[in-house]
Every structure is written in structure tokens, then in C-alpha cells.
């Protein structure tokens, strides 16, 4: 598959992470979860960053968004951005 596409939450600190996870497990939508929470403005849209390909995010993102099945979120993902948490669309 030459391209996926995925959402997005960003955050500052891991433990944050990890609380809205616990908050995704709690029955909070991906999307909502993003609009509130996230740093960037792509939570505004629900965290969507539409399709990309390898090579178009740094290096731990795009390694953790392909390793996903589609429907699946990540645990926290560490870049120089900060956690992110990434939910694959396709």
C-alpha cells in the first residue's frame, strides 16, 4: 500500500497520552477527543491528516501509522512534536 490515511491527537506530555486513552475506552469519540485536546490544528477537523505516504511524516509517526491495522490506535507515539496518539482510517 503506497499511501494511508490517518487521525491525529498531539499532546505535550505522555501521561496525557494515556489519559485520553483511558477517555477513548471510555466510549469518547477519536474525534471529539482531538477537538478538545489536541495541539494541533488538525484537531479542529478531528485530528484528520488525510492520506500520506512514507516518507511525508517524520520517521516514529509514519513507523508507528503503518504498523497499525485500519480501525486501530496507537499507544503513545513519541516525536519532537510530542505524544501523539494515531488512530488509522485506511
Not at 24 to 52: I, M, R, V, W, Y
Not at 62 to 84: M, N, R, W
Amino acid at each position: 500500500m503506497s499511501s494511508i490515511s490517518c487521525k491525529h491527537i498531539l499532546v505535550d506530555q505522555e501521561f496525557e497520552a494515556k489519559d485520553l486513552l483511558k477517555k477513548l475506552d471510555g466510549g469518547t469519540t477519536f474525534e471529539q477527543l482531538a477537538k478538545d485536546f489536541s495541539n494541533c490544528p488538525s484537531g479542529q477537523e478531528g485530528g484528520s491528516l488525510g492520506s500520506f505516504g512514507k516518507g511525508m511524516m517524520v520517521k516514529p509517526f509514519e513507523d508507528a501509522a503503518f504498523a497499525l491495522s485500519v480501525g486501530e490506535t496507537s499507544g503513545p507515539v513519541k516525536t519532537q512534536f510530542g505524544y501523539h496518539l494515531i488512530l488509522r482510517e485506511s
